[in-house]
């Protein structure tokens, strides 16, 4: 007697394969070189070490933002004036 329950196997979920790899965005916060607010962003580490512009959340002038970091973790971040 052949039983066809051997032919179901769980089939892989299609939404884990387009799962965002969340870990590699990390909230930190940094402090804004022109008004001296701190306020929170949220850096991608999946680049590793990089320099990016980011406007300041409070006085929107733009703050150069490096970034020395492995994919999930960040090492270092400093904020200057570009
Ligand atoms: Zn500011």
Do not use: N
């Not at 590699?24 to 008004?35: E, F, G, H, K, V």
């Not at 962003?41 to 680049?47: K, L, P, R």
């Amino acid at each position: 007697m052949l039983s066809m329950e051997r032919a179901q196997r769980p089939k892989p979920s299609p939404e884990k394969a387009t799962l965002l790899p969340m870990h590699y965005l990390q909230q930190t916060s940094i402090d804004c070189p022109w008004c001296g607010e701190i306020f929170d962003t949220t850096i991608d580490t999946s680049q590793g070490d990089h320099e990016h512009i980011e406007d300041c959340a409070v006085c929107c002038r733009p703050i150069s933002v490096s970034v020395e970091c492995e994919p999930g973790e960040i090492f270092s971040i400093q904020s200057g004036r570009p």
